[in-house]
């Protein structure tokens, strides 16, 4: 099933969510758009990270800007040209941070902040994460200005308070959500794609590794990613082989296979039940080089992982089969095809599949899948706006009804269930 389907009308935040926020004081305003060195807080992996560009983009405009991130964010973070400087850190509230032995990283992280004589900090999470540890951070390091979606009245932790109206109110798109929180402070932009910039030096690596390939780059050519961190968001290995297959047969394609070491089993298993020639550069790419490849691609076909996003910032097409897991990660502002299968139990926020059936996933037919990359191929347009994943939403409880096991409605969580 496809996000192409007409849905009912995707919520106005700008007229629901932004009503219910603190509009700062005039005074407090201005001294936003006097701030020089702003520090931007995403503790999240390279998706998360590229999905909040555009609110960088925005905050920009000759500002001098840090982002403090996870290791895995600050790999995408160094092809961020409105990046002027990269801090990493795992914090003790984010779920892949290994277990504390003391508060010491903590207090130094305090102390390094302080150092960086930021006039501002903004922090963005999704709506499931609470900002108020990293506030207190930015609180104690004499930041002077502090941004961020919250749930709670953080009191003095923010200076700038939006009251975050996700789930409750609805979701919105990742990037939507960002951009609005910078917009409550007076920043905004036109551009509103994602950024990133590629060296040439990488651009030549891959023409490289293409060549020893033995690619033809004047024939058709996709190339597929089947890995992701959750299970939960995997494609049948099968899945995978079945659609190369077809394209190489029925699509005159070539077929080039990503991925990073730990994955060179099931990529070796897919080229396997192909039977047929492929390509694979698993292991072979840096991040900077996976991003050049996804650049001169005609085409992704990808689960909703890192190279999804990648494929986004640098204007490729992507096929992204979508786990319902969540509804705000989908491709931003790319031709896209966002296949799914419709089921009771979606937006579950789970690493696993509650259900133990994966149907959101193994439901989508090879078939289904090889029709949305001849699409794409084909030059057509898509039909899914930005805000793709939005079209399926109402208000606070209600998805709606599309052909398949679905029930009527469903429940979307409140945030502290999500969180429980």
Not at 155 to 167: F, M, S
Not at 334 to 363: A, I, M, T, W
Request: hydrophobic share 45%.
């Amino acid at each position: 099933m496809s996000l192409q389907e007409p849905g009912l009308q995707a919520l106005n935040f700008q007229a629901i969510g932004l009503q219910a926020l603190n509009v700062p004081e005039p005074n407090l305003k201005d001294q936003w758009q006097q701030a020089k060195k702003i520090l931007c807080i995403r503790l999240d992996a390279i998706g998360d990270v590229l999905m909040t560009t555009p609110a960088i983009k925005a905050l920009a405009g000759g500002r001098h800007i840090t982002l403090l991130t996870s290791r895995s964010g600050a790999e995408v973070a160094a092809l961020v040209p409105e990046i002027d400087q990269v801090m990493t850190y795992d914090p003790p509230w984010m779920k892949a941070t290994s277990p504390r032995l003391n508060s010491r990283p903590e207090l130094a992280m305090v102390e390094t902040l302080r150092e960086g004589n930021f006039d501002a900090a903004v922090i963005f999470t999704v709506f499931s994460q609470n900002p108020l540890p990293s506030a207190l951070l930015c609180y104690l390091a004499d930041i002077p200005l502090r941004l961020a979606h919250c749930h709670e009245n953080p009191y003095q932790l923010l200076t700038n308070w939006v009251l975050d109206p996700e789930p409750s109110s609805g979701i919105r798109h990742e990037v939507r959500r960002q951009l609005d929180l910078v917009a409550s402070v007076g920043f905004h932009i036109t551009d509103e794609r994602l950024s990133l910039q590629v060296p040439e030096s990488d651009y030549q690596r891959v023409f490289d590794h293409l060549s020893r390939l033995g690619l033809n780059r004047e024939q058709p050519w996709v190339v597929i990613h089947p890995g992701a961190t959750a299970l939960s968001r995997r494609y049948a290995a099968e899945g995978f082989a079945a659609v190369a297959r077809r394209l190489v047969l029925d699509a005159n394609c070539q077929i080039v296979f990503t991925g990073t070491e730990p994955e060179r089993s099931l990529v070796e298993s897919i080229q396997a039940a192909m039977a047929i020639e492929s390509f694979s550069l698993v292991g072979a790419l840096d991040l900077a080089e996976m991003a050049a490849l996804l650049a001169i691609a005609p085409l992704v076909i990808a689960n909703n992982t890192g190279p999804a996003h990648l494929a986004a910032a640098v204007g490729t097409p992507v096929v992204d089969l979508y786990a319902l897991t969540n509804p705000q990660h989908t491709p931003w502002g790319v031709p896209n095809r966002v296949l799914f299968h419709d089921v009771p139990c979606k937006f579950c926020y789970k690493s696993l599949c509650p259900e133990g059936h994966h149907h959101c996933l193994q439901l989508v037919t090879p078939d289904e899948v090889f029709k949305a990359a001849c699409e794409l191929l084909a030059g057509s347009p898509s039909t899914i706006e930005p805000d793709s994943m939005a079209t399926i939403l109402t208000r606070p409880a209600l998805t709606v009804s599309l052909e398949s096991d679905c029930q009527s409605a469903t429940w979307v969580p409140t945030a502290r269930e999500v969180w429980r």
